[in-house]
């Protein structure tokens, strides 16, 4: 996974992440319903992608997003990644909600430069499972930070990304922002403990490196945020940390070494509700509930 070097490296001495079932063959729970047919890749000019309303963890990557039904006066959120946590990955089939917190985080100008540091209210939502996502609620709405600081929120898609699709994976923890296009679809990406669903795959031009965890991935024709990078293989290995494997319909596993992933954001559209608040049990939200 894309921590940066630090705290990958800390994470292994302290035992945050083990190997357990270090390439297993993926779960066999019941699949979900099959999941959307991509929409077809825009034709629309692309924009420039910056770093305005990227931030900077401590440990990686994120955004402050808002979704398309969020208001002005919503308290703000912050995306990032469930192992970019303060508290540590959570562990398969953990999933977090409302738990106070009050991280900070440095947020960042079209250039790059520092706008200033949000804080966090709680962990509004965070999970390892099936998806790896972290959404901070933060004490500042998307009105007060406009105000404070002239930085718009990234909006979220709601619709799945299509293969093929130019993005660009903005990293606020390095300040840079890596190009290239989707080149297709993990059914199941597992690595150690974890097993994600419908995972996106790069083509090789973004050689993302740790540190870009959490990264909103922008789809440069809407401007929106389609996923949030969080790993790939680095050594060739099969399914162990920093190594993930895919594994399709069939249970074939494809080792990638060198190819970098990310998962889709549209089923968090799905699950917010008035006041910018989490609601697991609403029409159409599949996001994994405790």
């Known amino acids: ?7 990958a490296l800390s994470a292994l001495l302290l035992g945050g992440a083990t190997l357990v079932g270090a390439g297993a063959a993926p779960a066999t729970a019941a699949s979900p319903a ?3 047919a991509p929409a077809k890749a825009s034709t629309k000019a692309p924009k420039a992608v910056d770093f305005a309303g990227t931030v900077a963890l401590s440990n990686c990557s994120g955004s402050v997003v808002r979704t398309p039904g969020s208001a002005d006066s919503d308290p703000a959120l912050v995306l990032s990644n469930g192992h970019c946590l303060e508290s540590g990955f959570p562990g398969a089939g953990e999933v977090i909600v409302d738990q106070p917190s009050s991280r900070s985080f440095t947020l960042l100008t079209a250039s790059g430069g520092r706008a200033g540091t949000v804080r966090a209210s709680k962990v509004a ?3 390892m499972t099936d998806t790896d996502i972290s959404l901070y609620q933060l ?8 105000s404070s600081y002239g930085i718009k929120a990234l909006t979220l898609s709601d619709s799945r990304p299509a293969q093929g699709s130019a993005i660009n994976v903005v990293s606020g923890y390095w300040k840079k922002i890596y190009s290239c296009n989707i ?3 993990a059914y199941r990406l597992k690595e150690g403990d974890w097993t994600w669903k419908d995972s996106v795959r790069y083509t090789s031009a973004c050689n993302t490196i740790g540190g870009t965890s959490g990264s909103p991935v922008v789809d440069p024709a809407s401007g929106k945020v389609v996923a949030v990078n969080n790993t790939g293989n680095e050594d ?3 399914c162990t940390l920093n190594n993930p494997c895919e594994v399709d319909q069939n249970g074939t596993v494809t ?4 190819i970098n992933y990310a998962q889709e954001t549209y089923p968090i559209t799905k ?3 008035t006041g910018n608040k989490i609601d697991l049990n609403l029409a159409g939200c599949v996001l994994p509930k405790p």
């Open 1 to 7: 996974m894309k921590r940066s070097l630090v705290g």
């Open 34 to 36: 099959k999941a959307p």
């Open 125 to 127: 939502y965070a999970t």
């Open 139 to 146: 004490t500042s709405t998307y009105a007060q930070i406009q």
């Open 183 to 185: 080149d297709g679809f």
């Open 236 to 238: 060739g290995a099969r």
């Open 255 to 258: 080792v990638r070494q060198g």
């Open 271 to 273: 699950c917010v509700t």
